[in-house]
C-alpha cells in the first residue's frame, strides 16, 4: 500500500509522507462531516509540527532521518537509532513534547484575548490537541516519546539492553494502572452502559497497542544486543542480474530463466534501480512487439544501498523502518551483491533460537 502513501513534501530534504490510513480518514471525514475533517487538518498540523521539532533536533545533531510519517493517531520520525547515545536519545525524544507544549501554550493565550467566534473555536482546538499531545507523549508509555525520554535516561547509568528492559517494565506497568483507572472509572461514573463499553473498548485496544509497541521494542533491544557484532558481509548475495543500459522484455526473460532469479537491477547515472513488478511471463513474451518492449515501461525503484561492513542490526533496523524487500550491498561505489528481507529475518530468527538454545542448557 506504500503507492498509496504520498509524499506530500520536504523538510530539510527529509520527506514527509502521509500514510494511506491517514489518508482514508481524511476522504472518510469529508464525506460524513465538514467540522469533522477540519478538526483532522488541525490534528494533522499538530503531529506534523510535533515531528518536526524531532526531526530538527536529530537534524543539528547530524543524525540521518529517513522520513516523516504520519499516521491517524500520531507520527514517527524514522532516525538512525545506531549513532544515538543516550544524550542525543533523550533530547531528541524530549523534543517533540517540549514543542507540543510551547505551541498549545502560545494558542492559549491567543484564544484568551481573542473575540468568540469560529477563529476562537478553531485556536482552542489547536490549545487542546497541543496538550493533550505533549501529556500523552510525556508518560513514560514505550515506544511513545516518554518512554524514549526514560531510556535515554537510563542508558545513562545502564547498557542498552537493561536500559530497555527497565523501561519496558515502567511502561507495562503503567499500562496496567490504566487499565485498572479504566475499569473503576467505568464502574463509579454515571454513564450510560454504551457510553461506558465504548471507553472501556478504546482504553482497552490503546493499551494493547502500548504494550505491543513495548514488547517489540524489547525484541529489537536483544536482536541488537545479540547481533551487534555481526557483519552483512556473510549474507551477501550475488544471485541478481544487473543490466547496465536498457533491456528487452525478452531479454530480462531469458536472463531470469538463465541465472534462476528475479532480482532484476538496473545501473543509471543516479543509481542503481529494482524492477519491482513485471507480468508473468507467457507466450505473449514471444510476440516481437512485446519482447521488444523496453524495461523503462515497467515500474522501477531505486535501491538504497549500505556499506559492505554494517552491521547486521542496522540493516535490519533501515530495511524495517523503511519497509525494504531488498538492500543493495557497495564496496566504495561498487555494488557486490544483494540482501533481501525475507533472507535477513531467516538469518535473525536461526540466530536468535541458537542462542537461545545455547542458553537454556
Sequence with gaps: MSMWSPIIGKFKGIPIQLHWTFVLLMIFALVISVPLFFVLVILFAC??????????????????????????LGGGSLIDSDVLDP?????????????????????????VIMPG???????????????????????PWFPL???????????????????????????NAITILFIIGTLVYAAVSNYTIVYKEFIIFIDIFMAMFIYSGAKSEMELAYIRENTKNLSISSLVSKNYILFRKPASLKEIYDAVIKYHTNIILFKSKAGYQVISKLPAPNINALNLNISNKQSSSYYKLSLPVVDYNKKVYDVFNKMQNTNLPIIGVTK??????????????????????NISSVQSK
Design 47 to 72: 503531529v506534523l509540527l510535533h515531528e518536526m521539532s524531532h526531526t530538527l533536533t536529530a537534524y543539528r545533531n547530524n543524525v540521518p532521518v529517513e522520513k516523516i510519517i504520519l499516521y491517524p
Design 145 to 171: 516519546d516518554g518512554g524514549r525520554v526514560l531510556r535515554g535516561y537510563f542508558r545513562k547509568k545502564y547498557s542498552f539492553i537493561n536500559a530497555t528492559k527497565k523501561t519496558v517494565m515502567v511502561s
Design 117 to 139: 467566534g469560529e477563529i476562537e473555536s478553531f485556536i482552542q482546538i489547536f490549545f487542546l490537541l497541543n496538550i493533550l499531545l505533549a501529556v500523552f507523549n510525556i508518560i
Design 87 to 111: 544524550e542525543l536519545e533523550f533530547r531528541i525524544s524530549l523534543a517533540g513534547p517540549i514543542a507540543s507544549f510551547i505551541m498549545g501554550f502560545a494558542f492559549g493565550i491567543v484564544a
Design 332 to 353: 566504495g561505489k561498487t555494488l557486490v551483491g544483494v540482501i533481501s528481507r525475507q533472507h535477513l529475518d531467516s538469518f535473525i530468527s536461526l540466530h536468535m533460537s
